[in-house]
């Protein structure tokens, strides 16, 4: 029995556990840190590595190989407080590979796949320098591999066996320019769409944001001005940010900002398929493995499945840099003869299972809430529940890996009610009233409600873009987007149970197989990983109700419960406030089953933790810190400052009778 851990090193961390080259638990690091898109680094403790041996049940010393997949630069003086102090691979003799991050990302489509053969396309922003890659990658570098990274590589992979066949360069590892009071420059593809996301809505992370926005606008800007090609590579230009000579975010311009997110969509869109088809003609192969964070973008996925020579294309859930800790841990099962059997991966739920005990435990933390398990009824309780207008927060099994919450963690609602969209943008998701929700539907269904480019197609990721039936837009119009499509996700009772017994109640009730699914978390928030996480959300946001496996919770004073309940200091922060220096620095060590994870406490919970002591009520603290004018007892922050100091653990809330 092979246990292999795969890690990616990188912003957006994960840990992948692999045994015999299955998967058998995998999770990124800010699901447990709730610090969104939380790195994992060499030179510190990753909570994503304890809870996968956890998970397992296994000690480091059980694993026959750690694989790292290092975005960025590595350097021999790195620390290795990870591998050396947590995984203890010296002590244990465990064999330890780097690979490439280019390489994680096309292993971690092969894991998933399928394929024995295919051809390989990874586009990111930025992967790793060229000299830190093996000979036959350094080999087939367009550039200078002493001192380019990767960010376009092309692969053919013929039984398993992987062949470079070419990467393109960012120059000296500068995939985005520096702010100078206009819109950045840029040296890669993911670098073109992350600037015009800063631009836009000030976050180089938001390139969801920009699709979601860009069948708003026209694509009045043309490609030329985005880039060029010569000799076959890519030359990036400047000439966008003249244009953008201020940084007023969205929705001020908001028309501008439209049309250039439609040009940004307009060029990427002309760029893939130059590489797509430079890519068929080299390797003349029919299937296509596609991952990087530009595989994310659903608009031009749909027109690969539509428009190229390639008969299938495989894109992960997890395309971006959380894949690759399958990716670190599927290599490393390759080179112990581990592989897995040739069959597609059509789940991403690999985070581990919490069960009724887990749940009625997080219960008890939460104040405000009642709950009741129904069994086998939960189903039509709750699709009768969200027929009558309810919001439902949706929490199974294990938590899925990437970006897409795919019925594992979602919140759901009815897709028939025009006006769902505009409540959960406005007071769930918090986030701006043009982004567009996506339908999950009993794949059964499909052509009923979409036109797709063939029968019996899949979207199991949401990774498409499909139309919606002119005759069933108006049946659905919180997922239909401004352009008459929507970004579906399929269900299939053998992949997503669950949610297939729920949506199947739902069509039941109302003839409709379709509920809109969205990922269980707010805007700025990693989508929730724990029944602590799930209840504290759905505590604080405009949700109506919430379901833990066949448990369903209910609010019975919500908000105001923290009120009236008696806040006590939590054993951590109370050893930090024993040292005298936590109410200066703000910073305490709160422990998870996972490890210690440093928190920060809110700037102004210092007056209300010096009178926390388990007898006084949250309303009783802020009298006491009213009076000596340090809040108003209306303050509407005052909740979510108890919240956010429950969550994190500063806390814990007594009630009457507990």
Same mark, same amino acid.
């Given at each position: 029995m092979a246990w292999v851990l795969g890690i990616s090193v990188s912003h957006n961390g994960a840990a992948c556990l692999m045994r015999d080259g299955e998967i058998v638990v995998a999770v990124q690091e800010e699901r447990l840190s709730r610090q969104k898109r939380d790195l994992i680094a060499l030179s510190r403790r990753s909570l994503a590595v304890d809870y996968c041996l956890g998970t397992a049940g296994i000690s480091p010393a059980q694993l026959a190989m750690v694989v790292v997949c290092c975005q960025g630069e590595r350097t021999n003086n790195t620390p290795h407080v990870l591998l050396e102090e947590q995984l203890a691979i010296s002590a244990h003799a465990t064999p330890f590979k780097i690979i490439g991050h280019h390489m994680g990302h096309l292993m971690s489509a092969l894991a998933l796949s399928g394929y024995q053969s295919c051809a390989g396309l990874v586009i990111d922003g930025m992967g790793s320098p060229i000299r830190c890659l093996p000979r036959d990658e350094r080999a087939v570098c367009r550039g200078d591999p002493a001192k380019d990274w990767e960010c376009i590589s092309l692969y053919e992979v013929i039984d398993e066996r992987v062949r470079p066949l070419e990467k393109m360069v960012a120059c000296n590892g500068h995939w985005i320019g520096t702010p100078r009071g206009k819109m950045r420059s840029y040296a890669s593809l993911g670098g073109m769409y992350a600037s015009v996301a800063e631009q836009a809505f000030g976050d180089l992370s938001k390139a969801g944001h920009v699709m979601g926005l860009a069948p708003m606008g026209r694509a009045t800007i043309p490609v030329e001005q985005f880039f060029k090609i010569e000799d076959e590579q890519f030359v990036y230009l400047d000439k966008i940010a003249s244009r953008f000579r201020h940084q007023d975010r969205w929705p001020y311009h908001a028309r501008a900002y439209a049309n250039l997110a439609a040009s940004v969509q307009a060029a990427l869109e002309v760029a893939i398929f130059h590489l797509v088809n430079?890519?068929?003609?080299?390797?003349?192969?029919?299937?296509?493995?596609?991952?990087?964070?530009?595989?994310?973008?659903?608009?031009?996925?749909?027109?690969?499945?539509?428009?190229?020579?390639?008969?299938?294309?495989?894109?992960?859930?997890?395309?971006?840099?959380?894949?690759?800790?399958?990716?670190?841990?599927?290599?490393?099962?390759?080179?112990?003869?581990?592989?897995?059997?040739?069959?597609?991966?059509?789940?991403?739920?690999?985070?581990?299972?919490?069960?009724?005990?887990?749940?009625?435990?997080?219960?008890?933390?939460?104040?405000?809430?009642?709950?009741?398990?129904?069994?086998?009824?939960?189903? !039509?309780?709750?699709?009768?529940?969200?027929?009558?207008?309810?919001?439902?927060?949706?929490?199974?099994?294990?938590?899925?890996?990437?970006?897409?919450?795919?019925?594992?963690?979602?919140?759901?609602?009815?897709?028939?009610? !025009?006006?769902?969209?505009?409540?959960?943008?406005?007071?769930? !998701?918090?986030?701006?009233?043009?982004?567009?929700?996506?339908?999950?539907?009993?794949?059964?269904?499909?052509?009923?409600?979409?036109?797709?480019? !063939?029968?019996?197609?899949?979207?199991?990721?949401?990774?498409?873009?499909?139309?919606?039936?002119?005759?069933?837009?108006?049946?659905?119009?919180?997922?239909?987007?401004?352009?008459?499509?929507?970004?579906?996700?399929t269900v299939s009772s053998s992949e997503a149970s669950e949610l297939h017994s729920l949506i199947s109640a739902f069509y039941e009730l109302t003839g409709v197989p379709i509920l809109v699914n969205t990922s269980f978390n707010i805007n700025g928030e990693p989508i929730v990983e724990t029944p602590e996480d799930a209840l504290w959300c759905f505590l604080m946001t405009d949700l109506d109700f919430c379901v833990l496996g066949d448990i369903m919770?209910?609010?019975?004073?919500?908000?105001?419960?923290?009120?009236?309940?008696?806040?006590?200091?939590?054993?951590?922060?109370?050893?930090?406030?024993?040292?005298?220096?936590v109410l200066t620095s703000l910073n305490f060590h709160s422990k998870t089953e996972w490890g210690s994870q440093l928190r920060t406490l809110p700037g102004g919970a210092r007056p209300f933790l010096r009178h926390v002591d388990g007898r006084r009520t949250v309303a009783e603290i802020a009298g006491i810190c009213a009076n000596d004018g340090l809040v108003s007892l209306e303050d509407p922050n005052l909740i979510e400052l108890f919240a956010a100091l429950g969550r994190m653990r500063a806390v814990e809330f007594l009630r009457e009778g507990l």
């Open positions: 430079r890519l068929s003609n080299q390797t003349r192969s029919h299937r296509l493995c596609f991952s990087g964070g530009v595989a994310l973008n659903a608009i031009m996925n749909e027109r690969l499945h539509r428009e190229t020579l390639f008969e299938e294309i495989f894109i992960p859930a997890a395309a971006e840099d959380s894949g690759p800790a399958i990716g670190a841990a599927y290599w490393g099962c390759r080179r112990l003869n581990a592989r897995r059997k040739s069959r597609v991966i059509a789940t991403d739920g690999f985070g581990r299972h919490y069960f009724r005990s887990a749940i009625a435990t997080a219960v008890r933390a939460v104040p405000g809430i009642s709950a009741r398990c129904f069994g086998v009824d939960i189903f !039509k309780l709750s699709a009768e529940r969200i027929r009558q207008g309810e919001i439902c927060g949706w929490f199974q099994k294990g938590a899925e890996l990437g970006p897409r919450a795919l019925g594992n963690r979602s919140i759901l609602a009815d897709p028939r009610n !025009k006006e769902i969209k505009d409540r959960l943008n406005r007071k769930v !998701k918090h986030r701006e009233q043009f982004r567009p929700f996506a339908p999950a539907i009993l794949r059964e269904h499909v052509s009923e409600w979409f036109e797709t480019a !063939k029968p019996g197609e899949e979207s199991n990721f949401m990774l498409r873009i499909w139309p919606v039936r002119p005759e069933r837009r108006e049946q659905v119009p919180a997922i239909v987007h401004a352009d008459g499509t929507a970004r579906p996700q919770v209910d609010k019975v004073d919500g908000r105001a419960a923290i009120l009236s309940s008696r806040p006590r200091i939590t054993p951590e922060l109370g050893d930090a406030l024993q040292t005298g220096d």
